[in-house]
């Protein structure tokens, strides 16, 4: 699904012009507003006189209902009493009045881009349209942020595309375009207060699990779906089967003999005698790291390079299998950990919270990762903003990573920079943190264990863009419905002491799942550990990793050294944190490599990095 969508204005024909498009929908005034290419079953036009609202994507619209409320609307603000009421993972676009929004999902599986063409803003589901439209280059300063491990740039900067002139809508915002072409972000959504009992937020989940379903099963239709083992992915596949999906379920093994996702896997697969269930097996050339993009993903990835770049050739045998057994729909259990689960600052908001009894899981916290009392007390106290977080982000990127055992409560749990990246590299990224950190951007939510959770699942929700964007003309869409947005709202509306209630596992979802899900399968107490395909994939392809340090784009705009990127592939360390940062390192260097619109030898303004 690609589209880009038009303000109601004369302005707009001349981006217009250059647009192919399969489909179009005009505004009422009969300018172009919608043009692109997206399945007819996934678009929804609802009309109420002069005014039309769009819905692309799954969803449990009602279009009476919709019909009746478009109608009554007095600005297009209004919309939010329509999208605070949907089920499902969609785009939103509304033409009212010579005014148009236009929105995605709040953490961006859905998303929406800006840039400037002709003088008049246009709005894209992707990058890519708009790349079109405006020949945006590389910006070498963003592409330095990616190398950032674990986990790339931290939120906002991690939603930032690498093309000059684009941007991603904020978090939680819609975008006005009115009749002149100006553009102004309006922020509609924020999280419900933490007010639930364990009971009350498993009903609330329960509820909003069963409509996300609902909106994407249909009678008749196939759909595919991991069953790793773990609780997440499980639980989805039980869901999906009960709303009557012909079901088809992948489990990959894991290398690890002491891994027991196999077992608790077969286990499911027993209770779920109506699906078809297939296992790939351990040594599958696949399931390993690799190398990230290749001839096979030229230009697969505009936004840039993404840090799971490394399990494309995974993600596209398993999307060529299931499309074989008629699926056109992939379900993941994304999302869960960061709803269920506990938070790097899940101990702050805990001791916060609830003091005594908060207190009391914290330090089976403490013990079990063996902090100290002084480390722990120390990084509780911590009352910092979250701006000055950032900021002391931005000082220690050129750091070595911290001791395993030292708490870090902050509310970015700090990347670093590779050891191999160059000193003008780790300045200029430093200068992106220290601007935004200057621009004293809220954070998602007062509460950092909350914050923490919605910025992971933006990154999750860029996760699964990012994979259909790679996906595009395979006949399947990967989809996630712990991320859609009444899910999330459900489960951190539930309050913190209640979601991670002591000596349980992820109550909060066996709670909301128990009838659906067989009691034993909701026995199990811990996840899955995959180091051993980190370190054999590695093993497998370091000769091709090495040859992209010889002629290295990255060495060539002056991000890294490649002499010592060689040396970490040749003798990375025995810890899987020690694989993340070749990880990213390698995703850029073979995304310059395959994108042809990306020349790497790119021009930086302001900025030490090679010119």
């Known amino acids: 699904m690609e589209f880009v969508v038009l303000p109601d204005s004369p302005a707009a024909a001349a981006p217009a012009s250059g647009l192919p498009a399969k489909r179009r929908i005009d505004h009422a005034s009969g300018r172009p507003w919608i043009l692109g290419d997206w399945p007819e079953d996934e678009a929804v036009l609802v009309e109420a006189g002069p005014r039309r609202m769009v819905v692309l994507g799954p969803t449990d619209l009602d279009e009476h209902t919709a019909a009746d409320r478009l109608g009554r609307l007095r600005t297009p603000h209004d919309a939010d009493r329509i999208a605070a009421r949907l089920a ?8 009212m009045d010579g005014q148009t929004r236009a929105q995605g999902s709040v953490v961006g599986v859905r998303q929406i881009y800006t840039a400037t063409v002709d003088g008049v803003t246009v709005a894209a589901s992707g990058v890519a349209p708009l790349q079109r439209l405006t020949g945006a280059g590389l910006d070498a300063a963003v592409l330095a942020a990616r190398l950032l491990a674990p986990g790339g740039a931290p939120w906002p900067l991690a939603q930032r595309p690498v093309r000059r002139g684009i941007e991603a809508l904020r978090t939680g915002h819609w975008l006005h375009l009115d009749a002149d072409g100006r553009a102004e972000q309006v922020r509609w959504w924020r999280l419900p207060a933490p007010t639930l009992s364990l009971a009350e937020g498993a009903g609330a989940v329960r509820s909003a699990l069963s409509d996300a379903l609902a909106a994407r099963v249909r009678t008749g239709r196939t759909i595919s779906a991991d069953l790793s083992g773990g609780m997440d992915s499980t639980s989805l596949c039980f869901l999906a089967d009960a709303a009557g999906a012909d079901l088809v379920t992948y489990h990959v ?54 840090t799971w770049a490394s399990g494309l050739t995974h993600i596209r045998d398993l999307a060529r299998r299931a499309r074989g057994e008629g699926s056109a729909l992939h379900l993941s259990g994304f999302g869960g950990d960061e709803l269920f689960g506990r938070m790097p600052t899940s ?21 079990a990762n063996r902090w100290s009392w002084g480390g722990t007390v120390r990084a509780l106290a ?17 750091d070595p990573p911290p001791p395993l055992d030292t708490p870090d409560f902050g509310w970015v749990f700090a990347p670093r920079m590779p050891a191999w990246a ?55 869409v990967w989809d996630a419905p712990f991320l859609d947005d009444r ?96 990880d990213t390192t390698v995703a850029c260097e073979s995304w310059l490599r395959t994108h042809t619109s990306a020349p790497w030898d790119a021009d930086v303004q302001d900025t030490g990095v090679r010119r």
């Open 253 to 306: 093994a894991p290398l690890d003999s002491a891994n027991e996702d196999t077992a608790w896997a077969h286990r499911a697969a027993a209770l779920l005698p109506r699906a078809r269930h297939h296992t790939l097996t351990s040594d599958r050339a696949e399931n390993l790291f690799d190398v990230g993009y290749t001839a096979d993903h030229t230009d697969a990835a505009p936004e840039g390079p993404s």
């Open 88 to 95: 499902g993972g969609f785009h939103l676009l509304v033409s």
């Open 422 to 476: 160059t000193p003008d590299a780790v300045a200029e990224v430093r200068r992106l943190l220290l601007r935004a950190a200057a621009e004293r951007p809220e954070p998602l939510d007062a509460d950092r264990a909350r914050h923490q959770a919605l910025a992971s699942l933006v990154f999750e929700g860029s996760t699964i863009r990012q994979v259909n964007t790679a996906l595009a003309g395979t006949g399947i």
């Open 487 to 582: 899910v999330i709202e459900a489960a951190l509306a539930t309050r913190v002491d209640q979601r991670l209630a002591s000596g349980r596992f992820k109550p909060l979802l066996t709670d909301a799942v128990r009838g659906a899900v067989p009691d034993g399968i909701l026995d199990r107490r811990d996840k899955g550990e995959f180091s051993a395909e980190a370190f054999r994939g590695l093993a497998r392809n370091r000769a091709r990793i090495l040859e992209l340090a010889e002629d290295s784009r990255l060495a060539g705009l002056g991000l890294i050294d490649p002499a010592r990127f060689r040396a970490a592939v040749l003798n990375p360390g025995p810890m899987s944190h020690h694989l993340q940062p070749i």
């Open 347 to 367: 101990a702050w908001s805990l001791a916060r919270a609830r003091p005594v009894s908060g207190l009391r899981l914290v330090n089976r916290y403490r013990l």
């Open 382 to 398: 911590d009352r910092s903003t979250f701006p000055r977080g950032l900021a002391r982000v931005a000082a220690r990127i050129g």
